[in-house]
């Protein structure tokens, strides 16, 4: 396609329970990067993957999230035993050089 | 630590009343500030890069300055069409220099 996708659009869950976030990024972009969004806050950061280097997880909140990304392109950003404080937009980005492309983002409720 | 502060947090404007938003930064060796729009329930959509102080950038109605501290994102003339969230972000030449530290976002509404 012509941009990053992500799927689903909107997921709702309960508490505790796991979810698994896709990205489907530019073709051929080798920067991916996962962000959340939360009401009134600015993006946060939360993992970068580069070609075939080991990831930078340094913006996940907690061991209950994680990601991978499988032979370079789609990304999955996994949440096990969601709580509340993890409703958020979760947001996709792929870059090739200096800037990032987004895609329109998950919006993950957690009851 | 990058650090992007984004003022006013919300702006009204009738149409055809230009106005500016402004991303005041500290960043560590900026190796450039981004603008971004976002609108409801959308990614946001790339506007402009920044690469150093002076430059300047033009998009129909919108005009993004830099200096050394700030962005200023000038708006000439708006439409209600231009009503969005402005996020601005920087990229820094520090530690995990890939990533972008965003400001909280401007919502811009443009009233007919």
């Known amino acids: 396609g012509a941009g990053v996708s992500q799927s689903p659009s909107n997921k709702v869950t309960e508490k505790g329970k796991d979810v698994e976030l896709r990205c489907d990024p530019i073709s051929g972009h080798t920067a991916l990067y996962w962000y959340r969004q939360s009401l009134g806050q600015g993006l946060e950061f939360l993992i970068y993957f580069q070609g075939n280097s080991a990831p930078d997880k340094s913006g996940l909140p907690s061991d209950r999230f994680s990601a991978e990304r499988t032979g370079g392109s789609v990304s999955t950003l996994t949440i096990q035993r969601t709580q509340q404080e993890d409703s958020a937009v979760y947001l996709c980005?792929?870059?090739?050089?200096?800037?990032?492309?987004f895609g329109p983002g998950t919006r993950l409720t957690v009851l | 630590e990058d650090q992007v502060t984004q003022s006013p947090e919300a702006l009204r404007l009738q149409e055809g009343e230009s106005s500016s938003l402004n991303c005041s930064y500290t960043?560590?060796?900026?190796?450039?500030l981004f603008w971004y729009r976002q609108d409801p329930g959308k990614g946001p959509e790339f506007l402009f890069t920044?690469?150093?102080a002076g430059e300047e950038k033009e998009k129909e109605r919108l005009k993004a300055t830099l200096t050394k501290k700030e962005s200023f994102l000038h708006i000439t003339a708006p439409k209600p069409e231009d009503s969005a969230t402005y996020l601005c972000?920087?990229?820094?030449?520090?530690?995990?220099?890939?990533?972008?530290?965003f400001g909280k976002g401007t919502k811009l509404s443009v009233i007919p």
């Open positions: 980005a792929s870059s090739l050089s200096t800037f990032q492309f």
């Open positions: 972000a920087v990229q820094g030449a520090g530690a995990g220099s890939y990533q972008l530290t």
């Open positions: 920044l690469y150093s």
């Open positions: 960043v560590s060796g900026l190796r450039g």
